[in-house]
T-cell receptor
């Protein structure tokens, strides 16, 4: 079946550092890809998405490009802030419209120190 | 517009008991999905309902059941609770048929089984 693999955490960076969180996937066809973020004690928030190869999703300074040739969707940010501390989940959608589900990676905990 | 709302936010139950979790989707969203997130892991798909019909079921025992009502709200029921059912239960709503694939999550219900 389809699966998502994220780089293992936790990741600790200093404020203003460059961030990369790796995500690779295994899937039949061309699923939509997502990054979700989870702040402490909260549900998941959609951070960005890409629906086809070479699409770049972006939001709040975060970016990720759908790379079909490497089956990857790495999350990047040029300068992180303390407020970016959270758990980040990479996910893909599978199934047909009306019967889609998300398959998540295991999550990467990010801590940004001032 | 209100987001996805879940109730209750926290719940403590004893092994063997039954629990009902509730979810109201975003207005206009006709599909609701349920996910289980065990501490330190990514969410796992439990059920999807669309137009009041079950459209998908994950690898969970028959103790788990769900339904969707005419107003598109949903309930997740778990019978004969086990300690291992302790988790954050997330509800997500989507709007099939619009070409938009992203799911929007509620804040979750934290279930603790003792």
């Amino acid at each position: 079946g389809n699966s998502v693999t994220q780089m293992e955490g936790p990741v600790t960076l200093s404020e203003e550092a460059f961030l990369t969180i790796n995500c690779t996937y295994t899937a039949t066809g061309y699923p939509s890809l997502f990054w979700y973020v989870q702040y402490p004690g909260e549900g998941l928030q959609l951070l960005l998405k890409a629906t086809k190869a070479d699409d770049k999703g972006s939001n709040k300074g975060f970016e990720a490009t759908y790379r079909k040739e490497t089956t990857s969707f790495h999350l990047e940010k040029g300068s992180v802030q303390v407020s970016d501390s959270a758990v980040y989940f990479c996910a893909l959608s599978e199934g047909i419209q009306g019967a889609q589900k998300l398959v998540f990676g295991q999550g990467t905990r990010l801590t940004i120190n001032p | 517009d209100a987001g996805v709302t879940q109730s209750p936010t926290h719940l403590i139950k004893t092994r063997g008991q039954h629990v009902t979790l509730r979810c109201s989707p975003i207005s206009g969203h006709k599909s609701v999905s349920w996910y289980q997130q065990v501490l330190g892991q990514g969410p796992q798909f439990i059920f999807q309902y669309y137009e009041k019909e079950e459209r998908g079921r994950g690898n969970f025992p028959d103790r788990f059941s769900a339904r969707q009502f005419p107003n598109y709200s949903s309930e997740l029921n778990v019978n004969a609770l086990l300690l291992g059912d302790s988790a954050l239960y997330l509800c997500a709503s989507t709007r099939p048929g619009t070409g938009r694939t992203e799911a929007f999550f509620g804040q979750g219900t934290r279930l603790t089984v003792v």
